[in-house]
């Protein structure tokens, strides 16, 4: 017989292999990127009995075998995975001992023919699919590494997109186990995460690779600098490795996570807004960033040469944060040094360090909240006469930056993310930029600026600062003040800088007693006032407020309250590690009573739960299958029956659910929302995908129905737009939406919630900061490539909707005593468009314990003219009742 037949043992074995090896290769979906690893490979080829199965012409001895196991598993799975039969068939005359092995893959084309002759097809393929099986390890011990071409970089995932620039890409990459090699004898036998930056162009990779050779060769060291690992070179790619920063970056603590992650999640330990505690951390890793500042200035030593380096892109974005046990904020690291400039120090002098254009390009953004230039200097700007002095920056460039930066850290200390952003806004009122000058102007009216100051709204704020009660906020402010000095012979250096940021630190040591006595006092604090009896108008119900009511209920790791009342009573659902419970809150008796619970496998996490009326879902994992980094257990049901165990459909990686009080089910996955009617069986089930078009680079982030259940809200966001989806799920559900509206993206995400009008076309969109925006659907659907998110700012803790025309607001008096108060906020449907307006400015006064000024959830119920608002806290339920609609 000249060759095996279909159906044979051979056959079978071959269908075997080829199954197996598809099951182990990495990125499998991804043809220029898929490979398996040699430990695999291994493992597929351990049974010595599939091997006499498949080499059943050889008479093989266990020494063959071995040799096999040894040498030729690599080359026989390209074989098997091409079908190669007669060379698989011949084997051993193919390949004798001492001729190829897996050691020389990957092979030439010329040796290729050398065992398959006058076959040009499967010469091809081999070639083509022998790269899968040559995965290249990554040594860290050396300083550059060639990696052929024909072999593959044995990242284990698809890259997370961290950052993208005008010199390179920052992707977070999963090195493969066992090939992230330390040296010798030592590699990781887990995949181990790095940032991967990748270069297009020769001359930038050289430039930020010789500066980092640099820093890694001092024979003095800096702890608060980000080394590299090791670069490589992967035609048509450079490749930088650098350790990743598992908390993100400064830019986004800044933020309070701005999208881009839940805050309380990365920083856990991090007090509230407010509490002096988080001062003394803060000011520790200020001072390793001045230290860091002053090592780059002066402090590297290569051989016998003394280097200075001007970093020139000093940003919070450039600045990332490691886990660090001994640190609630992390560990503070300088990174990027793409433009920064290099030069032997030259004794008595303090050289500018020219960059020339490179200055002004930005390496990387990560979808950056500042306008581009926000931390340059006044010399960095070429403008008219004033050009002569601005040809040149240096390392007085850092420490401007570094004041600036400086000022962020301590509007963050005392107002947290809002304080941040309102004072970028200030900066960039009636101005062009947000930078931290501007232009000074002589007595004669020539319209040329004759210098640069400190910008008016930094400066008053700052002198509003040093009149605070604290002494450390007073000192800070003042080392800022000392630090932002426009002329930069006249700013200190880095020396200097590290003495101001010490003599700050210090403070905290000196005024335990003010630190301790006194909250931070938050950026325009109105003054106390004690709080006023609710007055009613004649013939109003008067409002009612009910004591806190101490329910018992676990707050567990995830809660909801209804929006939908029946009779005076709401249902709420907490999902707790080992179960579901389902209670019933009745408005008019201010009670909670337990309605039913359903058991869980034990310890859920990351769990999310939603109710509206009788209807509910829960989802998140175990933490038995948490390596398998999904949401793999997700419930729903109706409360006066069992959840449903098994659905008609793949849940996938599940994002969230909405559920409609009409008993349909909405999954959100990233690219699509699969719907689902209860009970869901086959034969009941909507079960549609709604999903993004598929020309947008988006993904869901949450979707959610209005309180009527008619509508379908869908939001999702990318790398250029974010977008609004409704879809009308009374009708025929279409796969196309019934009304899309996108949004270009602002200078920094916000981390957007739909809250859709109870029974209206339309919905308010809740951002971070306090950002509110009222959609109307009534208005055209938008195009791309978007429309500007004219979002109004609103100072409220908490909010809600109260049907179609009201929101209301829970407001809180600033300071050490909180008193809060309803404002509401009248939903204008005018022709243009919805807009916002302040309808009451204290629609009555809630006296409350301190701990609801934390308020999780908030609701309002329409019932007989009246409303009643629920604040739910966790561990106490406030019932507010009477307040008359408009």
Request: proline content about 5%; cysteine-free; aromatic content about 6%.
């Given at each position: 017989?000249?060759?095996?037949?279909?159906?044979?043992?051979?056959?079978?074995?071959?269908?075997?292999?080829?199954?197996?090896?598809?099951?182990?290769?990495?990125?499998?979906?991804?043809?220029?990127?898929?490979?398996?690893?040699?430990?695999?490979?291994?493992?597929?080829?351990?049974?010595?009995?599939?091997?006499?199965?498949?080499?059943?012409?050889?008479?093989?001895?266990?020494e063959d075998v071995h040799d096999i196991q040894e040498n030729f598993i690599a080359i026989l799975s390209i074989l098997v995975s091409i079908e190669a039969i007669d060379s698989i068939r011949n084997f051993r005359s193919t390949f004798p001992i001492g001729t190829i092995s897996d050691r020389d893959l990957p092979l030439e084309r010329e040796q290729i023919e050398m065992f398959l002759p006058d076959r040009p097809a499967l010469v091809r393929r081999f070639d083509d699919v022998q790269c899968e099986f040559c995965p290249v390890p990554i040594w860290r011990t050396r300083s550059l590494q060639s990696v052929p071409r024909k072999c593959r970089l044995p990242f284990t995932d698809p890259p997370t997109r961290l950052g993208v620039g005008g010199f390179g890409e920052v992707d977070l990459v999963a090195i493969a186990p066992r090939y992230w090699k330390v040296d010798e004898d030592a590699d990781y036998d887990v995949a181990y995460k790095v940032a991967c930056k990748r270069f297009k162009s020769d001359k930038d990779f050289s430039k930020e690779a010789e500066n980092l050779r640099i820093l890694k060769n001092s024979l003095t060291k800096q702890d608060h600098i980000l080394q590299h690992y090791t670069t490589l070179f992967h035609d048509p790619y450079n490749y930088i490795l650098f350790p990743y920063a598992e908390n993100g970056d400064l830019n986004q603590l800044l933020l309070d996570g701005g999208g881009y992650y839940l805050f309380h999640e990365r920083f856990p330990h991090v007090p509230p807004v407010g509490d002096p505690a988080v001062v003394k951390p803060l000011l520790h890793q200020c001072w390793a960033l001045a230290s860091a500042v002053n090592w780059l200035h002066g402090g590297i030593q290569v051989d016998t040469k003394s280097i200075m380096c001007a970093h020139l892109d000093l940003k919070p974005d450039n600045i990332l944060i490691m886990r660090d046990n001994d640190s609630i904020v992390g560990k503070w690291m300088i990174s990027d040094f793409g433009i920064s400039a290099v030069e032997p120090h030259r004794d008595g002098s303090r050289p500018a360090l020219s960059v020339g254009y490179r200055y002004r390009l930005l390496t990387i953004e990560t979808e950056p909240k500042h306008q581009a230039g926000t931390y340059l200097p006044p010399e960095a700007i070429h403008r008219g006469a004033m050009a002569a002095a601005a040809d040149k920056v240096g390392r007085q460039s850092d420490i401007w930056a570094y004041g600036c930066i400086f000022s962020e850290i301590l509007a963050w200390a005392i107002g947290r993310a809002y304080l941040v952003d309102k004072l970028a806004d200030e900066r960039t009122y009636g101005a062009t930029s947000d930078r931290f000058w501007e232009e000074s102007f002589g007595q004669n009216l020539s319209p040329q600026p004759t210098g640069y100051k400190l910008r008016e709204s930094v400066s008053a704020w700052l002198d509003e600062v040093r009149d605070s009660p604290e002494r450390v906020l007073r000192d800070w402010a003042q080392a800022i003040k000392d630090i932002l000095i426009t002329d930069k012979q006249a700013r200190p250096n880095a020396e200097k800088l590290v003495g101001y940021v010490e003599r700050v630190c210090s403070s905290c040591d000196l005024s335990p007693e003010v630190i301790d006595d006194h909250p931070l006092t938050p950026y325009h604090t109105p003054p106390l006032s004690s709080p006023s009896s609710g007055s009613t108008e004649t013939g109003q119900n008067p409002e009612k407020t009910s004591r806190p009511i101490s329910h018992g209920i676990n707050p567990g790791i995830a809660r909801y309250l209804s929006r939908t009342a029946r009779q005076g009573k709401v249902h709420a659902a907490v999902v707790s590690q080992d179960k579901i419970e389902i209670f019933g809150l009745n408005l008019s008796q201010d009670e909670v009573s337990l309605v039913s619970k359903m058991p869980l496998p034990p310890k859920w996490e990351d769990a999310g739960v939603v109710i509206e009326g009788q209807y509910f879902a829960a989802w998140g994992y175990c933490k038995a299958e948490k390596k398998r980094a999904v949401s793999s257990l997700l419930r729903i049901g109706d409360i006066y029956s069992d959840f449903e165990p098994s659905l008609p459909v793949n849940q996938g990686l599940l994002g969230s659910v909405a559920v409609s009080c009409r008993g349909i089910f909405a999954l959100v996955r990233d690219k699509d929302i699969v719907l689902l009617s209860w009970p869901c069986t086959p034969a009941s089930s909507v079960n549609r995908r709604l999903i993004i078009p598929f020309y947008m680079d988006q993904t869901f982030t949450h979707a959610i129905f209005n309180e009527a259940g008619g509508l379908l809200f869908g939001w999702a966001r990318g790398q250029k737009q974010e977008s609004l989806y409704v879809w009308n799920v009374e009708a025929e559900i279409s796969d196309v939406p019934d009304f899309v509206v996108h949004y270009s993206l602002q200078r920094f995400y916000l981390n957007t919630q739909v809250i859709p009008y109870s029974s209206g076309r339309g919905c308010i969109l809740a951002g971070d900061h306090n950002k509110f925006l009222a959609v109307s659907l009534k208005n055209p659907s938008t195009g791309l490539p978007g429309i500007e998110r004219l979002d109004e700012t609103i100072d409220v803790v908490a909010s809600c909707l109260v049907g179609n025309d009201q929101l209301l607001g829970l407001v809180s008096t600033r300071g050490f005593r909180t008193r809060l108060c309803l404002r509401r906020y009248k939903i204008d449907h005018g022709g243009d468009g919805d807009t916002l307006i302040l309808q009451d400015q204290e629609l009555c006064n809630i006296n409350i314990p301190r701990e609801f000024k934390s308020t999780g959830l908030m609701r309002a119920y329409q019932e007989e003219g009246a409303i009643t608002v629920v604040l739910w806290n966790g561990t106490s339920i406030l019932i507010s009742k009477g307040i008359k609609e408009i």
């Open positions: 017989m000249d060759s095996p037949q279909p159906g044979s043992e051979f056959r079978i074995v071959i269908g075997e292999l080829i199954h197996e090896l598809e099951e182990h290769t990495k990125r499998r979906d991804e043809i220029s990127n898929r490979f398996i690893r040699r430990h695999d490979l291994v493992k597929v080829w351990q049974n010595e009995s599939r091997i006499h199965r498949l080499l059943y012409n050889d008479q093989l001895t266990p």
